[in-house]
Each structure stands twice: as structure tokens, then as C-alpha cells.
């Protein structure tokens, strides 16, 4: 699961530029180093926070993929955050992992076939982590790109 941030028309952009195409590849290059790591952590911290992640496994999984002048992604390598993002229809899951899970964060084993049937019958909840903080962020994604275009109609005027 992953999710992209991706400027169209900067190729037009930088044609335009001329001489401060490098210029435009820098400052855009930075404002999406700058976008995409703040995604990175904003994930990583409402997964904290939201008390989603049992081992860190799925905390630590969360990187940035892409980080180029025209594009960003920010994925999440844990398969199974997509189910956490976006919950389940009912199924019957492994015993195994809900019996670790239920020894970590309840302190009670013994647990991992009864909470396996309740997942059987209800499925499990969606856990938003990814699309709120993409939601919250794009307003500082823009602000990184303003200020890049900023710098470089200042530079294109001296």
C-alpha cells in the first residue's frame, strides 16, 4: 500500500525556466524530500498514538519510496496495514498471530482461537492511519511547492 504525490506540468515548467531548469529540479526536489518525510512521520506517529502497531513491525514498515522533483511516494511495507487501514469482511485468521497479539497487548494467552471467532463472525475495523494524515498534509505538500516557486521567480528576477 502506498500512496503518491505527483506534480504534472513541471516539465512545461522547466522548458520555461531555461537556464534555472537545474535550479527548478533542486528547489522542487526539496520541497518533495521535505513533503514526503513529513508524510513518513505523520504516519508513523498516528500509528503510535492510535496505539495500532502491537510489535513496531508495522510503524517501521512506513518509508519513503520516491522522492524526486516531480514525484513522491510514501509506502506502508506491512501487507497487512491495508487490512488495518481499511478493516475486513469476516474471516477466520491465524490463530497464531492473535495469540501473540493477545499476549503482548493484554497480557492473557490463551485467547488466540476466541478472538479468531469473533474476526470470523465481524471482521475487524478499519483503522485509518494512512489517508488522514495524507488528508491533513496536502495543505503542507502545497506550501513546500509555493515556496519552491517562490525562490525560483526571486531568482528568475535578480
Known amino acids: 500500500m502506498y ?19 537545474g535550479m527548478a529540479r533542486t528547489e522542487f526536489g526539496r520541497a518533495m524530500v521535505i513533503s514526503t518525510n513529513k508524510i513518513k512521520t505523520d504516519v508513523q506517529n498516528t500509528i503510535t498514538s492510535k496505539g ?6 508495522l510503524r517501521r514498515s512506513v518509508q519513503v519510496l520516491k522522492a524526486s522533483f516531480d514525484e513522491g ?4 511495507g506491512e501487507r497487512y496495514g491495508l487490512y488495518v487501514e481499511g478493516g475486513t469482511m469476516p474471516h477466520f485468521p491465524p490463530v497464531a ?9 493484554l497480557g492473557i494467552s490463551g485467547l ?14 478499519a483503522q485509518p492511519f494512512v489517508e488522514p494524515v495524507f488528508k ?23
Not at 511516494?73 to 506502508?76: D, K, P, Q, Y
Request: cysteine-free; hydrophobic content about 45%.
Open 97 to 105: 498471530a492473535l495469540e501473540r497479539w493477545a499476549q503482548t497487548k
Open 136 to 158: 491533513k498534509d496536502v495543505d503542507f505538500v502545497l506550501k513546500q511547492f509555493d515556496n519552491a516557486n517562490l525562490k525560483l521567480v526571486r531568482a528568475m528576477g535578480d
Open 3 to 21: 500512496f503518491n504525490i505527483q506534480i504534472k506540468g513541471l516539465d512545461e515548467l522547466e522548458r520555461s525556466f531555461g537556464k534555472f531548469a
Open 52 to 57: 495500532i502497531s502491537n510489535t513496531g513491525q
Open 112 to 125: 488466540g482461537f476466541v478472538i479468531a471467532l469473533k474476526i470470523s463472525r465481524e471482521g475487524t475495523k
Open 73 to 76: 511516494r510514501v509506502g506502508v
